[in-house]
């Protein structure tokens, strides 16, 4: 069997799955999964590159090369398949190779929609490479339905992409109602979950046909990996695809990276269920605050996306939430120079809190105000990080 023709294996899940678990049982106990072998209840790691052929000539493990699939992915996509309720799973080496793989599935000429609040690295991905390359994008406000409904284009449409809560401004797109459409249109939906997580939104329930994650965030939760993933609801031929990208291009994770991201998986649900306790407790605080003007979290009741938020999202509105600091950006930028609790640094969704001037990494074309402050809260007492921004915004007053 040739490298590309390895199937994608994930022995003994289903009868393991037994009894039917909740999403926080499925996600602490891995699927129940026992390493047959040994007994272990953590799985072994595979840094195999390679596997035997068999004397015949075959490859009956299904198993031959790992930049086409690696045993330690498979109690990670199995896990993660189970959570979001899809048909399979696929990790890849980062969030931008598991999104770029969905767009390379298509075709030069195809048009695709994607939100104007997207995660500043995907939209100029967008803009440069997958343009020259021969997509046709179309950048829409995904909050706004007529505006998705007019700029598609019935035939030639071929995918929406949306990301929802979305970067940084937190935008909530209504995914029931974009998968309507799109579907309508001959299009698919594919929904960037990183900052709901599983937890919070399953896309695929609502009608969309990929979800993909920055496994780096709030799927590992610990800072110390850099991974993506892509869920799909079906099998089909475009997951088919995908699948062939991502031996050709290679763009797999080391199968220690695998093993950690399965680890971190295990306290998703306690880690983003804090965050977001969290999260909203920090919104409330900041919301009328003397020296912020505005407080962007779609927990908070006048948030424009909340009623869309509060039907699309079960049991928190997540972990990331931005505010904008009256007195303007040089203010923002000395806040957080301020911080001694909160860490000043890019990234999202692990158990130490971030916060980040956004405008300064994501340059011109972003609607992200250069007054804004990104923050990702982590599972610290909710207080200390209450006190520590409080005095970073009145240090920088000044
Ligand atoms: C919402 C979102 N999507 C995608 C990505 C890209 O993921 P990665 O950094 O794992 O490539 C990020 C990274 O910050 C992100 O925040």
């Given amino acids: 069997m040739l490298v590309d023709e390895a199937p994608c ?11 039917k678990m909740n999403p926080a049982t499925i996600a602490a106990q891995a699927l129940g999964w026992i390493d047959e072998t040994t007994r ?9 590159s390679t596997f035997i052929r068999d004397a015949d000539n075959q490859y009956r493990s299904g198993r031959s090369y790992s930049r086409a699939d690696n045993p330690t992915y498979d109690q990670a996509e199995a896990v993660l398949a189970a959570l979001e309720q899809g048909a399979a799973a696929a990790l890849f080496s980062s969030g931008m190779a598991a999104a770029t793989a969905v767009f390379l599935a298509l075709k030069p000429g195809d048009h695709v929609l994607a939100p104007k609040a997207i995660y500043w690295l995907l939209r100029s991905w967008l803009l440069n490479f997958a343009t020259n390359w021969g997509l046709k ?36 797109t209504d995914l029931a109602a974009v998968a309507a459409i799109a579907h309508a249109a001959g299009a698919r939906l594919a929904v960037d979950s990183t900052v709901a997580t599983p937890v919070f939104t399953r896309p695929l329930e609502l009608g969309a046909d990929i979800v993909m ?49 399965l680890r971190g998986m295990r306290t998703l ?19 009328g605050h003397a020296l912020v003007s505005h407080v962007l979290y779609p927990g908070l009741k006048d948030f424009p996306g909340h009623a869309v938020a509060a039907r699309q999202m079960t049991g928190g509105f997540g972990g990331m939430l ?15 120079a301020n911080v001694r609790i909160w860490k000043r640094a890019t990234s999202i969704g692990g158990v130490e809190s971030l916060i980040e001037h956004r405008a300064s990494v994501e340059g011109p074309l972003s609607p992200c105000p250069g007054d ?23 240090a920088a007053r000044g």
Avoid: C
């Fill in 9 to 19: 294996q994930h022995p003994g899940m289903a009868d393991d799955a037994e009894p």
């Fill in 40 to 48: 272990a209840v953590s799985p072994p790691i595979h840094p195999s």
């Fill in 137 to 172: 994008v179309t950048f829409v406000d995904m909050t706004d339905i007529a505006a998705v409904k007019a700029a598609l284009r019935p035939g030639e449409t071929k995918l929406i992409w949306t990301e929802t809560p979305a970067n940084p401004t937190w935008d909530i």
């Fill in 213 to 261: 994650h920055s496994a780096t965030k709030y799927l590992n939760g610990h800072s110390d990996l850099i991974g993506g993933a892509l869920v799909t609801r079906v099998a089909d031929e475009p997951w088919s695809q995908i699948k062939q990208l991502r031996v050709q291009l290679g763009g797999v994770p080391g199968a220690f990276e695998a093993w950690l991201l």
């Fill in 269 to 287: 649900f306690p880690r983003v269920r804090t965050a977001a306790a969290s999260a909203q407790i920090i919104a409330e605080h900041f919301s």
């Fill in 322 to 336: 931005s505010i904008r600091v009256k007195a303007g950006d040089a203010a923002a930028i000395a806040t957080a």
């Fill in 372 to 394: 804004l402050l990104r923050l990702s809260v982590g599972v610290e007492e909710t207080s200390d990080l209450i006190d520590d921004l409080d005095a970073a915004l009145n």
